[in-house]
């Protein structure tokens, strides 16, 4: 049972580069959701999505696009990279119980650094 | 807006001493409340919670009570291990759905 994967693992991009972090999960969880990392600020929500077809922003949506096509795949996209976005990313998925009924299971992680 | 308020780290500690990680939280209504923890090179795991005043979370020797008086949800663990070395988050959840809201982590080491 694979859970929440992430790819890639480390990424380095110049200034204005496009990228797509790619997630999957295998658990038929409805929501997934992605958040940013950064020192001393905990875990912010960049967008959620309550099921396929279905997608929301968080607290820091600028410059990420997402899309969710499929229950499984749930990818981040940014336009045009900026060092600002400069962080780890966290990829989440839970059975859309409600977050007491169902924890978020998170994948490990994808380190992006934008120069 | 919703808000959770750690301690900050690092904290250091030895094999086998006592721990407290403070947490305080702003929320609208009735929050429920967790402790995640991220262990080096890996994504967050819920570590406990607790989903109504003086309800304590427990597990792996951990312990959290959630108390409304104080809008706090300590972390605590009366003798810990190395391999408890980690980031500690408090989070809560306000609404229905699973949106959470995170502190700013507490890094623990401990050493032998």
């Known amino acids: 049972n694979a859970g929440v994967t992430q790819t890639p693992k480390f990424q380095v991009l110049k200034t204005g580069q496009s990228m797509t972090l790619q997630c999957a999960q295998d658990?038929?969880?409805?929501?997934m959701s992605w958040y940013r990392q950064d020192p001393g600020m905990g875990l912010r929500l960049i967008h959620y999505s309550v099921g396929a077809g279905i997608t929301d922003q968080g607290e820091v949506p600028n410059g990420y696009n997402v899309s969710r096509s499929t229950t499984e795949d749930f990818p981040l996209r940014l336009l045009s990279a900026a060092p600002s976005q400069t962080s780890v990313y966290f990829c989440?998925?839970?059975?859309?119980?409600?977050?007491?009924?169902?924890?978020?299971?998170f994948g490990n992680g994808t380190r992006l650094t934008v120069t | 807006g919703n808000s959770v308020t750690q301690m900050e780290g690092p904290v250091t500690l030895s094999e086998e001493a006592f721990l407290t990680i403070n947490c305080t939280y702003t929320a609208t209504g009735y929050p429920s409340l967790f402790w995640y923890v991220q262990y080096p090179g890996e994504g967050l795991q819920l570590l406990l919670k607790a989903t109504k005043a003086d309800d304590k979370g427990s597990n792996k020797g951990f312990e959290a009570t959630y108390r409304k008086e104080t809008t706090s949800f300590h972390l605590e663990k009366g003798s810990v291990q190395v391999s408890d070395s980690a980031v500690y988050f408090c989070a809560l959840s306000a609404k229905a759905g699973n949106m959470l809201t995170f502190g700013g982590g507490t890094r623990l080491m401990v050493k032998p």
């Open positions: 989440a998925s839970s059975s859309g119980q409600g977050a007491y009924n169902s924890p978020l299971h």
């Open positions: 658990m038929n969880h409805e929501y």
